[in-house]
């Protein structure tokens, strides 16, 4: 058993929210609560818009930027960064999470947030690790600068072999811009994986943190 509950704070992706990525993580959820391990899942409050069509108006699609699935990954700006760093600034600090998992667009905020904590661009507490689940490198022109320096938090990079959003060049180079991050490389595509394998490692990453 661990030590102590040690508390996530978990970030959907585009045309996603946190409901969806919860449940796509249920299992790992429910063995992880166990070691006590705890998720929380926050919905961006910016709405989804777009002017694709889709068959699935009525779900409550979020966003932390505009984009579509065309240039979702080499957008240049990102439109409401700002207001999404505010947002995330403000849940991190409701509660005393010790780490920030993010999918997707929303592993992209979490990069932006992490650097921006680390080189003292906001003030708020450091989170003691960073988990990135089919993430990419940032595209935004402006903000793409901050990786002159690597990002120091302990991360985990999760990534499929088969993402048809990002591949694995782009997880190559995900992978320097952090210092010596784990990495795990699952055989599916654009999700979190729940493989035995995969949870295994997410596990033993986890529970170094449980005595911090």
Same mark, same amino acid.
């Given at each position: 058993?661990?030590?102590?509950? @040690?508390?996530?704070? *978990?970030?959907?992706?585009?045309?996603?929210?946190?409901?969806?990525?919860?449940? &796509?993580?249920?299992?790992?959820?429910?063995?992880?609560?166990?070691?006590?391990?705890?998720?929380?899942?926050?919905?961006?409050? %910016?709405? =989804? *818009?777009?002017?694709?069509?889709?068959?699935?108006?009525?779900?409550?699609?979020?966003?932390?930027?505009?984009?579509?699935?065309?240039?979702?990954?080499? %957008?240049?700006? =990102?439109?409401?960064?700002?207001?999404?760093?505010?947002? $995330?600034?403000? +849940?991190?600090?409701?509660? +005393? =999470?010790?780490?920030?998992?993010?999918? &997707?667009?929303?592993?992209? $905020?979490?990069?932006?947030?992490?650097?921006? %904590?680390?080189? +003292?661009?906001?003030?708020?507490?450091?989170?003691?690790?960073?988990?990135?689940? &089919?993430?990419?490198?940032?595209?935004?022109?402006?903000?793409?600068?901050?990786?002159?320096?690597?990002? $120091?938090?302990?991360?985990?990079?999760?990534?499929?072999?088969?993402?048809?959003?990002?591949?694995?060049?782009?997880?190559?180079?995900? @992978?320097?811009?952090?210092?010596?991050?784990?990495?795990?490389?699952?055989?599916?595509?654009? =999700?979190?994986?729940?493989?035995?394998?995969?949870?295994?490692?997410?596990?033993?990453?986890?529970?170094?943190?449980?005595? *911090?």
């Amino acid at each position: 058993m661990s030590n102590r509950t @040690i508390k996530i704070l *978990c970030l959907h992706g585009l045309r996603h929210n946190s409901q969806l990525l919860k449940k &796509s993580m249920e299992s790992t959820i429910k063995k992880l609560s166990k070691l006590g391990i705890e998720f929380d899942f926050f919905d961006s409050p %910016i709405k =989804y *818009c777009t002017s694709e069509n889709t068959n699935n108006e009525d779900v409550d699609y979020r966003q932390w930027w505009s984009a579509n699935r065309e240039n979702a990954l080499t %957008i240049e700006v =990102y439109d409401t960064i700002k207001e999404s760093l505010q947002n $995330l600034k403000h +849940k991190w600090e409701s509660s +005393k =999470y010790d780490g920030l998992l993010g999918f &997707s667009q929303g592993s992209v $905020l979490v990069q932006i947030f992490a650097y921006q %904590i680390q080189n +003292k661009i906001i003030s708020t507490y450091d989170p003691n690790f960073l988990i990135l689940v &089919s993430s990419s490198p940032i595209s935004d022109t402006d903000y793409k600068e901050y990786y002159k320096s690597q990002i $120091l938090y302990k991360t985990l990079i999760m990534s499929g072999s088969k993402d048809p959003l990002v591949d694995m060049n782009r997880t190559t180079t995900l @992978i320097k811009y952090f210092k010596d991050p784990e990495v795990i490389i699952h055989s599916g595509g654009h =999700y979190f994986s729940t493989s035995s394998e995969a949870y295994q490692l997410l596990k033993n990453f986890l529970l170094k943190f449980t005595n *911090c």
